[in-house]
């Protein structure tokens, strides 16, 4: 058990770009999670997978973000046409099925765009 | 919807001494479980301690414990004899009972607290 590994640490990136994070979540976890963290803000919901199928998506991300899962391992989220605004941690976790003992969090992909 | 209240945007403690993070929440569930998590500075988060709604015993890990009052919708972390190490960031956040329609596991999270020891 690695734990959840996200790549890159860091990305900069100019207006307008695309962006692609990938998050590799713990081996025996079915469930992935993307959450996104502002300045002084806690982590917002992004979406959800459980194995391949994406389940929830939050009204936070727009048509510009698309999140995979293919066969059930890891997961990429894209940005296109990057925004200011769109800086941010993006934060990966995962768990094991519907859990109530919360997650394990990746170390996070901090976004600046300039 | 679920909203978590953390009003307190900083505090510090010296090293030794018990500290207490504040967190209140809204929600119209009867069962559900509540969360602190611990993010130090550039690394991971990091679960500190777990209530179940429907248990009225308050939690305890080692010198972590937490003071949970259904009716007041509150929930605060104490952290007795703080370590240097407990520097970090501090978020409440709060879960549906998973077997509640669109539940999916799914953490709101407050606004965070970051917590400073002076030595």
């Known amino acids: 058990d690695t734990g959840v590994s996200q790549d890159p640490r860091h990305k900069i990136t100019k207006r307008g770009q695309n962006v692609t994070f990938r998050c590799d979540p713990i081996s025996e976890h079915n469930r992935l999670y993307w959450y996104r963290q502002t300045l002084g803000q806690g982590p917002e919901f992004l979406t959800y997978?459980?194995?391949?199928?994406?389940?929830?998506k939050s009204r936070l991300l727009s048509d510009r973000f698309s999140a995979e899962r293919p066969k059930g391992s890891f997961s990429t989220l894209e940005i296109q046409r990057t925004e200011q605004g769109d800086s941010a941690m993006y934060l990966c976790a995962s768990s094991r099925g519907g859990t109530t003992y919360g997650y394990t969090f990746g170390s996070g992909t901090r976004l600046t765009v300039v | 919807a679920q909203t978590v209240t953390q009003s307190q945007p900083e505090m510090s403690v010296q090293e030794a001494e018990t500290v207490t993070l504040s967190c209140t929440y809204d929600t119209s569930e009867s069962n559900y479980y509540l969360f602190w998590y611990k993010q130090p500075p550039s690394r991971q988060m990091i679960l500190v301690i777990r209530?179940?709604?429907?248990?009225?015993q308050n939690a305890t890990e080692n010198r972590f414990s937490v003071n949970f009052q259904k009716a007041a919708k509150s929930f605060s972390l104490k952290i007795s004899d703080s370590q240097l190490g407990d520097t970090a960031m501090y978020f409440c956040?709060?879960?549906?009972?998973?077997?509640?329609?669109?539940?999916?596991?799914?953490?709101?999270f407050g606004k965070g607290i970051t917590l400073s020891v002076r030595p």
């Open positions: 997978f459980q194995n391949e199928a994406q389940l929830e």
């Open positions: 209530q179940e709604a429907y248990k009225q």
């Open positions: 956040a709060f879960m549906m009972a998973p077997y509640r329609t669109g539940a999916n596991s799914k953490l709101t």
